[in-house]
């Protein structure tokens, strides 16, 4: 009945601004729920799997574990360069930017619409101080000497009570968004780190190996025993 009361003295307003309460409760807890929990993944752990698969040339095991973990934004990016590992290199970096493009949004889905909740509700306590003032202004123009300390006393009220409701909700939205902003980021950053290191990975493997052989190619500058001889780095060219 208390909060009944309270609600009913912050008028239409105070509703208004209970139910942009309810909206950002529930969006807090779906966005929590789902970078948390949904999208959490031991990164360094399924890297070195990932890595592992790759430079054993175990392709097709790499692409089913991603699949399995198909949920998961990171998971599903690396799925889609994975598809491109037998290409050539500019397709390959093509199929990074299709992967990234294709998981940020996932990250960002819905949360920009938390920090707008918060400044409604400020602006609707703001409203309500505005309209409390308007009643307590116009009680003691208007009614009469009887009725206007009540009137002036519900006006003022209604003043007191919105602006304390809006910032009641206000307050904790932008400290979760600030919670919720961060954790956003480092999946952001954690994803934008690790499918760059899986496609250097992929188009390096595409490289003939560092030998001897590759290094100084058999020319006639000289041979001996064990091969071409490299060249004399203080030697002049004629």
């Keep these: 009945m208390t909060f009944i009361n309270f609600m009913n003295s912050s008028g239409v307003v105070g509703w208004i601004i209970l139910a942009t309460g309810v909206a950002g409760i529930v ?6 729920k789902t970078l948390y929990f949904e999208y959490g993944i031991n990164v360094d752990e399924f890297m070195n799997r990932i890595q592992t698969l790759v430079l054993g040339k175990k392709l097709d095991e790499a692409l089913v574990l991603c ?38 949004p996932l990250y960002t889905r819905r949360l920009h619409y938390l920090s707008m909740l918060a400044n409604v509700a400020t602006l609707l306590g703001l409203l309500g101080t505005i309209h409390g003032l308007i009643l307590s202004f116009e009680a003691v123009a208007q009614a009469d000497p009887a009725a206007k300390q009540h009137l002036l006393a519900n006006g003022i009220s209604v003043s007191m009570y919105t602006t304390a409701l809006g910032l009641a909700v206000a307050i904790p939205a932008m400290v979760f968004f600030s919670f919720l902003t961060a954790r956003q980021n480092q999946l952001i950053e954690q994803a934008t780190e690790k499918c760059s290191k899986l496609t250097e990975i992929l188009t390096s493997s595409h490289m003939p190996q560092l030998t001897r052989n590759t290094v100084f190619p058999d020319t006639p500058v000289g041979h001996n025993s064990n091969g071409p001889t490299p060249p004399n780095p203080n030697s002049k060219a004629s």
Excluded: G, Y
Aim: hydrophobic share 45%; no cysteine.
């Design 27 to 32: 969006l807090i807890a779906e966005r929590s």
């Design 67 to 104: 699949s399995q973990m198909d949920k998961k934004p990171l998971a599903r990016a690396f799925k889609t360069i994975l598809e491109k590992a037998d290409r050539d290199d500019e397709t390959i970096f093509q199929s990074h930017d299709i992967a990234m493009a294709e998981v940020m």
